[in-house]
């Protein structure tokens, strides 16, 4: 192992580089760690179970972008508790038994973990059964997802709990059979200020997209908030396949504009609400505009499933095209109100 000190800090404190080969070299990096610092790791496989906790401003990425190390079996593949300014970096982890890739705020739910990146990540075959996730973060904020692959997992391909003012960009989330795939990225736990764009889905789940879901009330972030999620923003997607292309659940305004969704199993949407405590209000206010719904009226059950204690009323429909392609005259979708500048049955 190589260890170049670097300026970031003046005196024995300095930031080092730690350039590692082996497992026993990250291992020895790992527990030498101070602020600042950087690993870069050359290809190979490594095992799992990697666990930092208050490093702040700490990047851990591949030594050589196209040969990512691959960190693999375990129960978790890598854990960050309270790690502000961290960025993981072209790294490849498969085969955990609980999350891939954990990261939080330790417990302290006032305090969020900040300015967090995630880029060129890939995870797969997590689970493969219950409720373990790819990639799991609580209590973050202005955290960045960016050009990363999920495929197979057994809970959430992203579960955000309680984060805020962050984006997920440029991903790949594709389901595999054998796995349960409960939701791909979900927003819940006081999750707000979300947006998820430009992202590819392939069967991927019951529930490719979940605004909002059911949380414990002791794992709100921050605590005693009355919103599992709110202003969540989807847009510019690609969504094929899977149950539905997204779950509204409990959430208190969303945004799903400009994207594209292809043959979705039951439903186009579902409209539910899962966590009645008091104070809770239902789902509602979601507008659907500007998109593009292609699916088979011989696959479909109906077009919204919609759940008790919910406010469909509030939701808002324009100008998306709709096209059964298996009846392209009956096209046109039973929403739970009258949608403003729609296209029926056109190609």
Known sequence: MRILLGLLFAGPLAAATHEVDTAAELTAALRSLKAGDVVKIAPGEYPAGHAVTGIANLTIEASDPAKPPHFKGGKEAWHFSRCPGLILRNLKVSGQSANGINLDDGGEREQPVVKVLLEGIEVSDIGPNGNF??????????LTIRNCTISGWGGQAVDFVGCRKSLITGCVFTGKPGF????????????????????????AGQRPIQAGGSTGMDYFRPPGAKYEARRITIRENTIEGGMCATAFTGVDGAEFAGNTVKGPDKWIFRILQETKAEGFPPCRNVVVSNNSFLFQRAKLREEINIGPDTA????????????????????????????????????
């Not at 996730?133 to 202005?142: P, Q, R, Y």
């Not at 409960?182 to 069967?203: A, L, Y």
């Open 133 to 142: 996730d790819a990639i799991k973060c609580s209590g973050l904020e202005d």
């Open 180 to 203: 349960s795939q409960h939701t791909g990225p979900q927003f819940k736990g006081g999750s707000e200020d979300i947006v998820i764009e430009k992202c590819r889905f392939k069967d």
């Open 312 to 347: 469909p009323e509030t939701f808002r429909f324009e100008n998306n095209r709709w096209l059964a392609e298996d009846k392209p005259e009956a096209s046109m979708p039973k929403l739970p109100v009258a949608e403003k500048g729609g296209t029926y049955g056109k190609p």
